[in-house]
């Protein structure tokens, strides 16, 4: 039986990260110049049910039932078997590899759930509807994250921008015409649980004070949608720049960031902020094609260990 492949993409924040925790709205982007990829090939010959899992990416080499039972592998696995009314699988090779870099709020650990899920169910002959791959990566992420949204497993699951409300159907997000996004990593990891927790821990010291916070966080997305739909890319990046204000009020931005955003602003970007969890990871730069070049090398003089270049291309609703 031949090999068969899988492959998903990262994911950036446009507006309401942490906001959407709280049942606010949030936009997201697929990031399609990094990807997840899963491979599945057959193993003639070795016991049935022996599942061996190579992810190189994290040094992982090993058979599926040597994994802690709380593995986000072993539990995605599990999620498909009784999703498909399996006992158990055939004798298979996985291999997982992924460009994404880690814990740096660009969805690694969404992508690789999305990958292993689509691979491994066409290679059972039964390939997984996307409701059913974002339903189960989603249970999925409440092992690397504790109380994660949803919003990374719908936007690498779908592909396409959304807008996201917690508990309620996506909607796809139309863009009027064409954007272009620089993401700049800090080179400093962060964990989205600890991040999410510290908000959490904050808010209920001042419930009022983040209410509003969050709230002025929605009106942005509002506001932002609308832009995005009719290219209003000046005001767009405005609300950029007052997203990070906001993100930088309830605790999760870090003098590292606040420079790349300020590099970012002064290079000739319409607007800055950090995207995903904080605390590290990305920013995301709105920047006019003229100066593109010119904002990446001041973002990598700023320290930046890694720039991408993203366009998020006109798209129209269709749901």
């Known amino acids: 039986m031949p090999a068969i492949s899988a492959s998903a993409p990262g994911k950036a924040i446009l507006f309401g990260e942490h906001a959407v925790v709280y049942q606010r709205p949030a936009i997201a982007v697929p990031v399609h110049q990094v990807r997840a990829k899963a491979v599945v090939m057959a193993r003639p010959g070795a016991p049935s049910g022996e599942v061996w899992i190579d992810a190189p990416g994290i ?14 592998f072993r539990t995605l696995i599990q999620l498909l078997k009784q999703a498909m009314g399996l006992p158990h699988l055939p004798a298979l090779h996985l291999h997982i590899t992924s460009t994404i870099p880690l814990a740096a709020g660009l969805g690694s650990g969404a992508a690789v759930s999305v990958a292993m899920l689509r691979s491994l169910s066409a290679f059972l002959g039964h390939p997984l509807a996307d409701q059913q791959v974002c339903e189960l990566s989603y249970e999925a992420e409440k092992y690397y994250h504790g109380t994660p949204s949803g919003i990374d497993n719908t936007v690498i699951t779908y592909s396409q921008p959304i807008l996201f409300t917690r508990g309620q159907p996506y909607q796809i997000l139309p863009v009027g015409g064409q954007f272009t996004l620089i993401i700049a990593d800090s080179g400093i990891q962060s964990s989205t649980a600890e991040m999410v927790q510290g908000v ?11 209410e509003a916070r969050f709230d002025a966080m929605a009106a942005l997305v509002e506001k932002a949608r609308h832009a995005i739909q009719k290219a209003q890319l000046e005001l767009l990046g405005q609300l950029m ?5 906001l993100l930088q009020q309830i605790g999760v931005s870090t003098p590292q960031l606040d420079e790349l955003v300020r590099v970012a602003g002064q290079a000739g970007a319409l607007g800055a902020k950090l ?24 973002l990598r003089q700023a320290g930046s260990s890694r720039t991408l270049v993203s366009h998020i291309h006109p798209t129209v609703a269709n749901r």
Do not use: C
Not at 200 to 210: C, D, N, P, S
Not at 241 to 245: K, L
Not at 275 to 292: D, F, K, T, Y
């Open 241 to 245: 720049n007052t997203n990070h204000q």
């Open 200 to 210: 959490r821990q904050r808010y209920e010291q001042a419930v009022e004070t983040y």
């Open 59 to 72: 040094g992982l080499n090993t058979r599926l039932d040597e994994l802690p039972e709380q593995h986000p």
């Open 275 to 298: 995207s995903g969890a904080g605390g590290g990871g990305n920013i995301i730069a709105l920047a006019p094609q003229e100066r593109v070049d010119s904002i990446q090398a001041a």
